[in-house]
Structures are given as C-alpha cells and as structure tokens.
C-alpha cells in the first residue's frame, strides 16, 4: 500500500529557518516524483514544486522559487520541504503527494501543519 | 505559464441534481487535467485522470471530459457526501497549476 507519512505540526517565530518531511513507503522511492502543495488557511490548493528522488531534480513554481527548497534522501525514502527565513504568511498546511502510475497526484500525505506567529 | 480557471466558485444543488464544474485551461493541456475532491478537513483525493478515467474506487457517478483548453467534471446526482470543493490541476508539464477551486453544497 503507497504511503505517505509527514512529519507534525510546526510553530515558528518570523526569521526561523523549518524542514517538513515526508516518507514514502509501499512503492519504489526513486521512481516516482513527488510534490509539494500548500493551502492557506480557508483558501485553495496552490501547486509549489516537484523532485525526481531518482537524481534530486528540482522544478518550482514562480510564486515560491527562492523562498523555499526541496530535497529528497533516497537512502531513506524521504523527501524534505524547508525554507531559511519563515514569514508570517508561511502559515499554512503543507502537502506532499505522488505522481504515481496516473502521472496525477494520486497519493498524499496528511499534511503538516505550519504557524509561523511572533 | 499556463493558467487554469475553474467556475462557479461555489453552487449549491438538491440532492439527485445533476451538477457541473467546468475548467479552462490558458493553453492547450491534451488531457492532462486531474480533478481532486476535498472534504472540510481532509486530504484532497483524486477523483479524476486523463481528463476522463475515474480513479479507482471512485463513484461512477462522477465523470469528467473534455481536451485541450476546455473540461468538465459532472457528478450525475448529487449525493450528501459530495459535499466538498472540487478542484482541475493540469499536469502535462511544471508547473502543475490548480484552479481556483468550486464549492459544493446542498440546498
């Protein structure tokens, strides 16, 4: 059964730098690409970026390249979402999911949760 | 880059109501356009690929069409569980863009 596992809720103060993850399970890591989605709160589904865990490349919506970054450990199926300097307005939940066999985003994660509040 | 708009934003409809959300998409996108459904609370979930193949264990109530910049989704009668905000995202290439989202209720 595909997996995806995140890691929990954050509370952060502006200026703080945050890693998320999510672990993969149920299917080969390195075959499949994996995005990140967030979702401000009562607001819709924004798409922010995509890894090959196969060799660590990137894509990145405008609205989000350079503030954030994605990685991805292939020895232990996890992918990463950071940023180095949090804002308030990085509030939000945060999602990976799976492109699997559909190309669409066909499993994800239960979200993390990040408040970033002084 | 490619922009896709979603309308309503929100409608409400009786129960055994047809209903449909259209997506336009800025530029032609075949059919790599995928609908997700997300109830108050949880995880999106993929209804919907390739413009038109359900996902599996989904109902076969829900159906979707179209290709290249015009789509639909079409729930052929309205149950109480559809409750929930419909979301298009094409995926042919990055980035994977949403669109606005439509909100579903019941009158």
């Known amino acids: 059964e595909v997996q995806l596992v995140q890691s929990g809720a954050e509370v952060k103060k502006p200026g703080e730098s945050l890693r998320i993850s999510c672990k993969g399970s149920g299917y080969k890591f390195t075959s499949y690409w994996i995005s990140w989605v967030r979702q401000m709160p009562g607001k819709g589904l924004e798409w922010m970026a995509r890894i090959d865990p196969s060799d660590s490349y990137t894509t990145y919506s405008p609205s989000f390249q350079g ?12 992918a990463y979402l950071q940023w180095s300097s949090l804002r308030a307005s ?29 | 880059d490619i922009q896709m708009t979603q309308s309503p934003s929100s409608l409400s409809a009786s129960v055994g109501d047809r209903v ?21 609370g949880n995880v999106p979930q993929l209804l919907i690929y390739g413009a038109s193949t359900l996902q599996s264990g989904v ?32 995926y042919n290439s990055a980035p994977l863009t949403f669109g606005g989202g439509t909100k579903v209720g019941i009158k």
């Open chain 1, 90 to 118: 990085d509030s939000a939940m945060f999602y990976c999911a799976v492109e699997y066999n559909s190309l669409s985003l066909e499993y994800w994660g239960q979200g993390t949760p990040v408040t970033v509040s002084s």
């Open chain 2, 59 to 90: 109902p076969s109530r829900f159906s979707g069409s179209g290709s290249g910049t015009d789509f639909t989704l079409t729930i052929s009668s309205l149950q109480p569980e559809d409750v929930a905000t419909y979301y298009c995202q094409k």
């Open chain 1, 67 to 78: 503030h954030v970054t994605i990685s991805a450990d292939e020895s232990i199926n996890t």
């Open chain 2, 20 to 40: 449909t959300i259209t997506c336009r998409a800025s530029q032609g996108i075949s059919k790599y356009l995928a609908w997700y459904q997300q109830k108050a």
